[in-house]
């Protein structure tokens, strides 16, 4: 499966071109079926098997783990069982022909608002409890 999005060739980029990495000195993982360059110490390129990943290298080592990616990313969490919170930033922006939140689930999966913050931008930022994750285990 290629886990490599958009948002991680955006992300990179961004240290490349100058306008410095948003996540610090945090421990980041990049889920990605190509050869990245390493800009950082603090990131690290996974393929393969999600679940495992997950549970066998991640939870061991840290207490929250947060996936920023695209709906194909979102969906694989889901659909393993792995999230048990989403959050959406809604920019007040639209986008000719959108952009889907998840791709095809296998499955309805229930969510429970938990919070909504609204900003003077426009942004609203959204978080749903995934209802009976596994994750949660």
Known sequence: MSWDREPTRLALGFEARGFGWAYGDKPTFVLTSR????IRDTVEFHSGDLAQFVNGR??????????????????????LGLADEIRYSILPILIGDGI????????DI???????KAYKS????????????????
């Open 58 to 79: 991640l939870r061991p080592s840290f207490r929250t783990i947060w996936f920023v990616g695209g709906g194909m990313v979102a969906a694989e969490c889901l659909r």
């Open 122 to 137: 426009g942004m609203v930022e959204l978080r749903y409890e995934v209802q009976g994750s596994a994750a949660r285990s």
């Open 35 to 38: 050869e990245l360059p390493r």
């Open 100 to 107: 889907s939140f998840f791709e095809k689930l296998d499955r």
């Open 110 to 116: 229930a969510l429970h608002l938990a919070e909504v």
